[in-house]
């Protein structure tokens, strides 16, 4: 059974950092993308980043770039994103995912695997 659990939300101030993590189990984890998305109230859910350690790479959205991090435990098949400077723009429930491609996080196809979501509440 396919499981990706997400912990690590919170309420922060903006200017503040939280770490999320994505625990995965189920699956080859060296064979798929794993990431997170995040849908905010009122808004679609969109991408905000993803890492495949097989090809060595990261993705992530614009709006994220230069204050978040994404890294990954293999030992461990757990996906790390350390968040900075959190605005209150990045508030939205945070949902880790898994897909065969890196290139799902920004295309809009279907993503394989999803896990349950963490909220993630940014204050001004």
């Known amino acids: 059974e396919v499981q990706l659990q997400a912990s690590g939300g919170g309420l922060v101030r903006a200017g503040g950092s939280l770490r999320l993590s994505c625990a995965a189990s189920?699956?080859?984890?060296?064979?798929?993308?794993i990431g997170w998305f995040r849908q905010a109230p009122g808004k679609e859910r969109e991408g905000v980043s993803c890492?495949?350690?097989?090809?060595?790479?990261?993705w992530y959205a614009d709006s994220v770039k230069g204050r978040f991090t994404i890294s990954s435990d293999n030992a461990k098949n757990t996906v790390y994103l350390e968040m900075n400077s959190l605005k209150p723009e990045d508030t939205a429930v945070y949902y880790c995912?898994?897909?065969?491609?890196?290139?799902?996080?920004?295309?809009?196809?279907?993503?394989?695997?999803w896990g349950q979501g963490t909220l993630v509440t940014v204050s001004s």
């Open positions: 890492i495949s350690s097989s090809y060595n790479s990261t």
């Open positions: 189920g699956f080859t984890f060296d064979d798929y993308a």
């Open positions: 995912a898994a897909d065969f491609l890196l290139s799902s996080w920004y295309t809009g196809a279907p993503i394989d695997y």
